[in-house]
């Protein structure tokens, strides 16, 4: 079992900047992937960002240039820095891994982009 707990989320005006982490515990070992997905209210969860254990990164349509996923791996812990945030960004987030073709995931942290 992998645990993960999602930080960073809260009210920020259009423009603005936020880093999401996630830390993980647990049964760590095997995991290949990691990555940040988000669900606007009413809406199906959509990936936002996504890293292979390899370095290889894709990114929604979206969000490109404008939001990077990186990880620590010393810390076990997974980031999502987000630049010129907009109003459309407004959603709850989580992170997720997949280990052993078995994804996890956080309880979600909210990001609420607004003036």
């Known amino acids: 079992q992998v645990q993960l707990m999602e930080s960073g989320g809260g009210l920020v005006q259009p423009g603005g900047s936020l880093r999401l982490s996630c830390a993980a515990s647990?049964?760590?070992?095997?995991?290949?992937?990691m990555a940040w997905y988000r669900q606007i209210s009413g809406s199906q969860r959509e990936l936002v960002a996504r890293?292979?254990?390899?370095?290889?990164?894709n990114y929604a349509d979206s969000v490109k240039g404008r939001f990077t996923i990186s990880g620590d791996s010393a810390k076990n812990t997974q980031y999502l820095q987000m630049n010129s945030l907009k109003p459309e960004d407004t959603a709850v987030y989580y992170c997720n891994v997949n280990r052993y073709g078995i994804d996890y995931w956080g309880k979600g942290t909210l990001v609420t982009v607004s003036s």
């Open positions: 647990g049964s760590i070992v095997g995991i290949n992937a």
């Open positions: 890293m292979t254990l390899g370095g290889a990164t």
